[in-house]
């Protein structure tokens, strides 16, 4: 069975740190685009960043960018989310979602998440 | 920067039809996704493409696209429809990606 797993998400006070990772299994991992996509409470969705199978080419949202650093080892079939200079604003339900083989740019695949809450 | 705009909240009658819109800039460039959530799930596929149903999708759900407006059509909606719709796209600039603001269906 194809599935992604987050975890890692838990309560930090502001300007702390937290590294949340996404384990994929039932699949190739290393053949995918990943991304990482986050949604606060009674919120939306938003996209916070991308990261691509083979040569680790990385974008992130202006709201995240210079804080977060995503990565991965696909021998491990695994990618992580780096969060550093966390603030209040980054409590969410953190998401790692897998895009379609075929360049639709679509999120096929979406784990259960992980709960962030950032506070004091 | 680019942005997609939903309706915040549509509602149908059960059996009838409804569609839900998503607008901006980039859908003139790159086609919509769409996604179901429910409360207190993770968001689901349902239309991606110029015309893609994942497998395991009703195919009551379609989509279409026109000009910078990108919809969802339901077509006899169930009352297992109800949820948030969002749509999501390539921005402008094709590096990042943008969500619309969802849409809540309430299936009457």
């Known amino acids: 069975e194809e599935q992604l797993i987050e975890s890692g998400g838990g309560l930090v006070q502001p300007g702390g740190s937290l590294r949340l990772s996404c384990t994929a299994s039932?699949?190739?991992?290393?053949?995918?685009?990943m991304n990482w996509v986050r949604q606060a409470p009674g919120k939306g969705l938003e996209w916070i960043a991308y990261?691509?199978?083979?040569?680790?080419?990385?974008y992130y949202a202006d709201s995240v960018k210079g804080r977060f650093t995503v990565s991965r080892d696909n021998a491990r079939n695994s990618m992580w989310l780096q969060m550093n200079s966390l603030r209040v604003d980054d409590t969410a339900v953190y998401y790692c979602?897998?895009?379609?083989?075929?360049?639709?740019?679509?999120?096929?695949?979406w784990g259960q998440g992980t709960k962030v809450s950032v506070s004091s | 920067s680019s942005e997609l705009t939903q309706d915040p909240a549509v509602s149908v009658a059960l059996g009838q039809t409804v569609r839900i819109t998503c607008q901006g800039d980039?859908?003139?460039?790159?086609?919509a996704s769409w996604y179901q959530q429910k409360p207190g799930q993770a968001p689901v596929l349902v239309f991606y493409?110029?015309?893609n149903r994942p497998s395991g999708i009703p195919d009551r759900f379609s989509g279409s696209n026109s000009g910078d407006t990108a919809s969802l059509t339901i077509t006899g909606a169930q009352a297992e429809d109800e949820a948030h719709y969002y749509c999501?796209?390539?921005?402008?600039?094709?590096?990042?990606?943008?969500f619309g603001g969802g849409t809540k269906l309430t299936v009457l």
């Open positions: 979602a897998r895009e379609d083989l075929w360049g639709h740019d679509a999120f096929e695949m």
């Open positions: 039932g699949f190739t991992f290393s053949n995918y685009e």
């Open positions: 990261i691509n199978g083979r040569n680790f080419v990385m």
């Open positions: 980039s859908l003139g460039r790159y086609y």
């Open positions: 493409g110029e015309n």
């Open positions: 999501n796209s390539r921005d402008l600039t094709g590096d990042h990606v943008i």
